[in-house]
């Protein structure tokens, strides 16, 4: 079955990897978040790309959840010592991904080229497109003025209260190209919406103009895993998001921010009861162990939502 | 005394530190050549001022002969399985000056600038100049056209005939700040040619406009240290040059090089019978153990620089 999945960070990669794992290669296709994408010491940093990429090439340091497994840090220490920036930390392996990233983007490759070129080096055969080739930026409104989201997720620790967000960019973005084919594949048999943040993963994706019209224009059923698991984010900040924008910290809240583009909802095996009051009110739904911390969490995850997407 | 020294990367370096481990901090200023500067994956790379900088701040890999002590080569590795460009080697400690460096340059930062923050962060306090702000690029002119020099140094390991040098940029090149100054001090006691090779780390220097013509100003003795010991260069590709160019690969040749620039010479005590006859011909020549292998022979060759110097 031809899947298309949106994902963002650590736990869309997580997905991601288990649909790998299943499907053939040619038949999976990933649009990738670019909204957290900044520039940064002068390298143009992807950090949703990155981690996918790590994550699908099997480099990625799993005890920690992000960056790479056997990673140093060498360059940060002596970055620190001339007094360089130090809030972001760059290690040794993952800056030549950045360096590289932005030789080539100076050398007029656009960043769909360079991610097609960066797996097929490391010989990741699933399609991974960007979003856009565009900058689209994500900026978290906060009380206190806009932020970039870099300096709101990992300089400020996503401490300052939400009030909203906007994609910079969006409107002059175009889709990466094959975003747009991936999703008018008429035999495409499903949309996979991962468990990612709703609001800077999945969002920043649809702003993209025509991307949200692609969606909604499959035939292939439209299925979001649920990042909110018992009231809970599985990680980052999600549920603390929700909670500043006024919004309940369900399942059931994600949902409602997709809307009529869902097909059907998979909620964590926790959410049995949530599940079956979102059923009643007409979104076909299931429920399933998406908490995955083994390979083979994410593997059946992924079977589970291709069955279930079979059947929708 | 107050003391002015010419260097390029290694040779220049060492005796660099010894005089920098004799004089006070404020009578010590450093001319170093950036002819060898280039521009590496988007990264501004000046190995003449990063190898003193990593001499005079005591972290330099004293076995290895170039860069860093404890470095290591992760981004390497991490940027060969990308595809990259590896034939110029950059280390992960390394890596944080070219970053570092370059980030700041875009900002608005002149080298010198640069350079300063640098080595007030390292605790180093000898002033230490690149020759100028502007881009000079030393070329390498061989049979099978010109190279630029990291190309011939590194890539092609100095293995093409050379048949002459240009410096690509020079005429337009202004002394950087501080550097006239330092060479017109009426209180300046010495101007020292350190044992680096005259074609490529020396030439470069006096090719910026102003500055062969303020050293012949100053009232200062010239003295000059022979990187040719027993017809051999101690290190790199000077009597190989020498060779290639028709010069004997001799210090008679290197202080003939420099011409009437000089009021005294210092070769190695291996070369007395050199010595000897250069006093003849009229040059106030002197013998020295001018191998440096430890910091005391550093010590020691640059005191004996500065009492030659108060004598001439």
Same mark, same amino acid.
């Given at each position: 079955?031809?899947?298309?999945? #949106?994902?963002?960070?650590? $736990? ?5 990897? $288990? ?18 994408? %900044?520039?940064? #010491? ?24 992000? $960056? ?49 070129g960066f797996f097929a080096a490391l $010989? ?10 565009? *900058? ?6 906060? !009380? ?15 401490? !300052?209260?939400?009030?909203? %967000? ?8 175009? *889709? ?71 919004? !309940? ?45 083994? #390979? ?17």
């Open positions: 079955m031809k899947c298309v999945a #949106l994902c963002g960070g650590v $736990g869309g990669a997580k997905l991601a990897l $288990g649909l790998m794992h299943v499907l053939p290669p040619d038949d999976l296709s990933l649009i990738v978040n670019t909204g957290d994408d %900044f520039t940064h #010491l002068g390298l143009h940093i992807s950090p949703d790309l990155d981690t996918v990429m790590y994550t699908l090439a099997g480099l990625a340091n799993e005890q920690q959840g992000w $960056g790479r497994a056997g990673e140093t840090w060498q360059f940060m220490g002596a970055l620190r010592a001339l007094g360089g920036e130090d809030w972001f930390q760059l290690g040794d392996l993952d800056l030549a991904v950045h360096v590289e990233r932005t030789r080539r983007l100076a050398a007029g490759e656009t960043l769909s080229q360079v991610t097609r $010989g990741v055969g699933a399609r991974v497109l960007p979003m856009s080739d565009d *900058p689209v930026r994500t900026i978290i409104h906060t !009380p206190d003025g806009p932020l970039a989201f870099q300096h709101y997720f990992v300089r400020d620790r996503c401490e !300052p209260e939400v009030t909203g %967000f906007s994609f910079a960019g969006s409107a002059q973005a175009k *889709p990466a190209p094959g975003v747009l084919a991936a999703l008018g594949d008429p035999d495409l048999g499903c949309i996979v919406i991962c468990p990612s943040n709703p609001f800077v993963s999945i969002d920043p994706i649809m702003a993209v103009p025509g991307l949200r019209a692609a969606i909604q224009a499959s035939r292939a059923p439209v299925i979001a895993v649920s990042p909110i698991v018992g009231g809970r984010a599985i990680k980052g900040p999600t549920a603390k998001m929700m909670r500043e924008l006024g919004v !309940p910290q369900t399942a059931q809240a994600v949902a409602a921010h997709y809307g009529g583009l869902l097909d059907g909802f998979i909620l964590d095996a926790t959410d049995a009861a949530l599940a079956a009051d979102l059923s009643a009110s007409g979104l076909a739904c299931a429920t399933a162990q998406s908490v995955m911390r083994s #390979l083979q969490d994410r593997v059946e995850l992924a079977r589970y939502v291709l069955d279930f997407a079979a059947k929708a």
